[in-house]
């Protein structure tokens, strides 16, 4: 995760985990025939019998300085396939079956790099919205914040596969080619991926909120591990101030108006990036009402920072 600036700009970012891995089951083969059991290292995969993969990697160590373990070796496996690395296996209706785990960002790792190379050009990002067409190139799930002079934006950065219609997120799926992700090649790991408008975002809204919070409606988590609605308190750390402290003395300071605020508020488990109008009003009770035209306002609608809803 980078955090940075530009000249004029600043951008920094909470995890999001929203789900870019998938459960396949494929059914078990002999490559070379006969009758395929739990330990086979054959699998099926539109209508072959391909072999599995053996990844092996081989850690050696000595003694040093620091560490006086005695020399030794381990070798690591994992067993690779067209639809992700094996996981567990199993009998479905008496027939062996090996589960696999299918990452979107599973050999493309590197890939997130463009966008951080775009947001340390200022020749790129002039804007929050050239921002957040960068940010897009991002395969990592983040929640992404930006801020400048002028404005600030929000978007949820991540690999989103577009998944057949009806194929359940949560539950491991027939690995056969209508129930894989759309257009999806297993050699590149490429695939259909959801266009930036899908992805959660929004532009100059009066304030973001965001520490790992819970998912909003319709956006749904990796299944291993799920954010609630407050995952961390920070209201115990020391020298940590709310917004509510802060803008008081900072309001006098800038002769009663603050244009823009940006702090941070730790009651309640919430990371805030405040984009505030700041102004001594006289308390109210009541109803709140419009200063300039005297009538009712709408009531306030709760922080919301898109994939990702507040407290």
Same mark, same amino acid.
């Given at each position: 995760?980078?955090?940075?600036?530009?000249?004029?700009?600043?951008?920094?970012?909470?995890?999001?985990?929203?789900?870019?891995?998938?459960?396949?089951?494929?059914?078990?083969?002999?490559?070379?025939?006969?009758?395929?059991?739990?330990?086979?290292?054959?699998?099926?995969?539109?209508?072959?019998?391909?072999?599995?993969?053996?990844?092996?990697?081989?850690?050696?160590?000595?003694?040093?300085?620091?560490?006086?373990?005695?020399?030794?070796?381990?070798?690591?496996?994992?067993?690779?396939?067209?639809?992700?690395?094996?996981?567990?296996?199993?009998?479905?209706?008496?027939?062996?079956?090996?589960?696999?785990?299918?990452?979107?960002?599973?050999?493309?790792?590197?890939?997130?790099?463009?966008?951080?190379?775009?947001?340390?050009?200022?020749?790129?990002?002039?804007?929050?919205?050239?921002?957040?067409?960068?940010?897009?190139?991002?395969?990592?799930?983040?929640?992404?914040?930006? %801020?400048? #002079? &002028?404005?600030?934006?929000?978007?949820? !950065?991540? *690999?989103? +596969?577009? $998944?057949?219609?009806?194929?359940?997120?949560?539950?491991?799926?027939?690995?056969?080619?209508?129930?894989?992700?759309?257009?999806?090649?297993?050699?590149?790991?490429?695939?259909?991926?959801?266009?930036?408008?899908?992805?959660?975002?929004?532009?100059?809204?009066?304030?973001?909120?965001?520490?790992?919070?819970?998912?909003?409606?319709?956006?749904?988590?990796?299944?291993?591990?799920?954010?609630?609605?407050?995952?961390?308190?920070?209201?115990?750390?020391?020298?940590?101030?709310?917004?509510?402290?802060l803008a008081p003395s900072l309001a006098t300071a800038a002769s009663?108006?603050?244009?823009?605020?940006?702090?941070?508020?730790?009651?309640?488990?919430?990371?805030?990036?405040?984009?505030?109008?700041?102004?001594?009003?006289?308390?109210? %009770?009541? #109803? &709140?009402?419009?200063?300039?035209?005297? !009538?009712? *306002?709408? +009531?306030? $609608?709760?922080?919301?920072?898109?994939?990702?809803?507040?407290?």
């Amino acid at each position: 995760m980078q955090l940075g600036r530009g000249v004029d700009y600043s951008f920094s970012a909470t995890s999001a985990d929203q789900d870019i891995v998938d459960t396949y089951a494929i059914k078990l083969c002999e490559p070379g025939g006969g009758q395929p059991t739990m330990d086979s290292m054959g699998y099926r995969w539109n209508g072959e019998c391909l072999p599995i993969e053996v990844i092996e990697k081989t850690n050696v160590w000595t003694p040093n300085a620091a560490d006086m373990t005695p020399p030794g070796t381990e070798t690591l496996q994992a067993f690779r396939t067209n639809a992700g690395l094996i996981t567990h296996r199993a009998t479905v209706k008496g027939k062996p079956f090996a589960y696999t785990s299918l990452r979107a960002t599973y050999k493309r790792e590197v890939d997130a790099a463009r966008s951080f190379a775009d947001w340390n050009s200022p020749d790129v990002v002039t804007d929050a919205e050239s921002w957040i067409k960068s940010a897009y190139k991002d395969d990592l799930t983040f929640n992404w914040f930006y %801020t400048d #002079s &002028r404005e600030v934006a929000y978007f949820n !950065t991540g *690999a989103n +596969p577009v $998944r057949g219609k009806g194929v359940p997120v949560h539950f491991p799926v027939s690995a056969k080619p209508r129930f894989m992700w759309k257009n999806y090649d297993p050699e590149l790991n490429t695939f259909k991926r959801q266009p930036i408008r899908k992805h959660a975002q929004v532009l100059d809204q009066r304030f973001l909120t965001s520490w790992n919070n819970k998912s909003a409606l319709g956006i749904g988590c990796d299944s291993v591990k799920c954010y609630g609605y407050v995952a961390k308190d920070l209201s115990m750390s020391p020298g940590c101030l709310s917004c509510r402290e802060l803008a008081p003395s900072l309001a006098t300071a800038a002769s009663g108006f603050v244009r823009k605020l940006i702090c941070v508020t730790c009651s309640g488990g919430v990371v805030a990036a405040v984009r505030a109008q700041v102004r001594p009003q006289p308390q109210r %009770t009541g #109803s &709140r009402l419009s200063r300039e035209s005297g !009538t009712r *306002a709408a +009531p306030a $609608r709760p922080p919301y920072s898109g994939a990702f809803r507040s407290s």
